[in-house]
């Protein structure tokens, strides 16, 4: 069965600080990789997305991750916070085999102090 | 570009009634995919509709049941609510054709089953 672990359910860092939030998925086929961010009350904004090629992305914000196949691990790194940063993120994975259906991770809430 | 839109924001039902929640994709998408997010998890796949048919369905009891237009906009239908039906409801819209299935989502509607 496909599945996707973040193992963090609340991170704080201090503003300015560096950030990773953890990612594994289990998956039977290539996997699609994304990220996304969602605001209190709010819907789901892509990130950053890995489909092939360089393991390295960059998304928007200023986050990057890294898709590293022989751990299942997609970590997502930001290098400095912002406290807009503060929100719930979430790693999903997908995969055309299996319909495209994404299947999400239980989210990690990032807090972000002053 | 609208986005994604979804209606409505916020809903208020009781236990045995039914709800109907709509979808209208971005600009040029093909597909509408919905998901269910109840509080402090992360979206769980419902099902996808692509020319006019379920393409695919996640583990959910056919309560849940939708359709989707010539437009490609989309209904999500609850019967028989329960009070576990109460979530935010997400709608995500995609292109097939597209490489690696990157879905775009809308706002969500908070569903309430008192």
């Known amino acids: 069965a496909q599945s996707v672990t973040q193992p963090d359910i609340h991170i704080t860092v201090s503003e300015g600080a560096s950030l990773e939030l953890r990612c594994n998925y289990s998956?039977?086929?290539?996997?699609?990789l994304f990220w996304y961010v969602q605001s209190p009350g709010q819907g789901l904004q892509l990130l950053l997305k890995?489909?092939?090629?360089?393991?390295l992305v960059q998304g928007i914000k200023g986050f990057e991750a890294e898709f590293k196949r022989s751990q299942s691990s997609f970590n997502l790194r930001k290098p400095s916070v912002h406290w807009s940063d503060a929100a719930e993120y979430f790693c999903?994975?997908?995969?055309?085999?299996?319909?495209?259906?994404?299947?999400f991770g239980a989210g990690t809430i990032l807090r972000v102090k002053s | 570009d609208a986005g994604v839109t979804q209606s409505p924001t916020h809903l208020i039902k009781t236990r045995g009634q039914q709800v109907t929640l709509r979808c209208s994709p971005k600009s040029g998408h093909d597909t509408v995919s919905w998901y269910q997010q109840a509080l402090g998890q992360g979206p769980q796949f419902i099902f996808q509709y692509y020319e006019e048919e379920e393409r695919q369905r996640g583990n959910f009891p056919d309560r849940f049941s939708g359709h989707q237009f010539p437009n490609y906009s989309s209904e999500l239908n609850v019967n028989a609510l329960l009070l576990g039906d109460s979530a935010l409801y997400l709608c995500?819209?995609?292109?097939?054709?597209?490489?690696?299935?990157?879905?775009?989502f809308g706002p969500g509607t908070r569903l309430t089953v008192l």
């Open positions: 999903a994975v997908g995969a055309r085999e299996y319909g495209n259906k994404l299947v």
């Open positions: 995500a819209s995609s292109f097939a054709g597209g490489a690696g299935n990157e879905q775009f």
């Open positions: 998956y039977g086929a290539t996997p699609y």
């Open positions: 890995y489909f092939s090629g360089d393991t």
